[in-house]
């Protein structure tokens, strides 16, 4: 899982309620990204950012929101918007450079009671 | 459109004979490939890339992947499996050619077993 950590590992949610999910990285790298697993679908990406106050929607982004005020922070709200917020979330960072590989914290599984 | 296959769900092979796991793509440039790894409720390591020259790249843990532009494919090879190589394994690519885009294409996974 390299140097990003994510917290908590398990989260729990009532509905309508929003929460947000930490992601820290010492790893001096630009670019920061969020994904959803679900079994069966792969990875959906949900926000990414390339530097520090820029970021952009990937795929999945309704019901998300995400802020990139530091180099090694990328917080990830799911708000009351996201209307099927269970999952499991990743967060990946990379150098931001053309050939670069993505590295992954070790998850957040969240579950909306 | 970009888009990465794994063609198989599962792949059941019993420990010490050789493992493949299939994954073909599509991009409209050059490709950058990508493998991965995650074991239960963890979260994905990186175990190979190919970017560009030799076709066979050699990554973590004994695995190699080889890169076949005309059948567009990039799949990952261990000669010799291990109970513990038991995962899920997922291919990714990204065009090569598309500028400041960093988004991957994720296939979505291969179930690997290695019975003993």
């Known amino acids: 899982d390299g140097g990003i950590t994510q917290s908590p590992k398990y989260l729990f949610r009532k509905e309508g309620q929003n929460v947000t999910l930490s992601c820290e990285q010492n790893l001096n790298h630009d670019a920061m990204y969020w994904y959803r697993q679900d079994p069966g679908q792969g990875l959906r990406l949900i926000y990414y950012?390339?530097?520090?106050?820029?970021?952009q929607k990937g795929d999945i982004a309704e019901g998300y929101s995400v802020s990139r005020e530091k180099k090694e922070s990328f917080p990830l709200t799911v708000t009351s918007a996201q209307k099927n917020p269970t999952a499991f979330y990743l967060c990946?960072?990379?150098?931001?450079?053309?050939?670069?590989?993505?590295?992954f914290g070790p998850g957040t599984r969240l579950t909306v009671l | 459109a970009q888009s990465v296959a794994q063609p198989e769900d599962q792949v059941n092979v019993a420990e010490g004979n050789p493992l493949t796991v299939k994954c073909t793509y599509s991009?409209?440039?050059?490709?950058?490939l990508f493998w991965y790894v995650q074991y239960p409720n963890r979260g994905l390591q990186f175990l190979l890339k190919?970017?560009?020259?030799d076709n066979l790249v050699k990554g973590s843990y004994g695995f190699e992947a080889e890169f076949n532009k005309s059948q567009t494919s990039f799949h990952l090879k261990k000669p010799s499996a291990l109970v513990s190589d038991s995962a899920l394994y997922f291919c990714?690519?990204?065009?090569?050619?598309?500028?400041?885009?960093?988004?991957?294409?994720w296939g979505l996974g291969t179930s690997l077993a290695v019975n003993p």
């Open positions: 990714a690519v990204r065009d090569g050619g598309a500028g400041n885009n960093r988004k991957l294409i």
């Open positions: 991009v409209s440039g050059n490709p950058y």
């Open positions: 990946a960072s990379s150098m931001g450079q053309g050939t670069d590989t993505q590295y």
């Open positions: 190919y970017i560009t020259g």
């Open positions: 950012s390339q530097i520090v106050n820029d970021f």
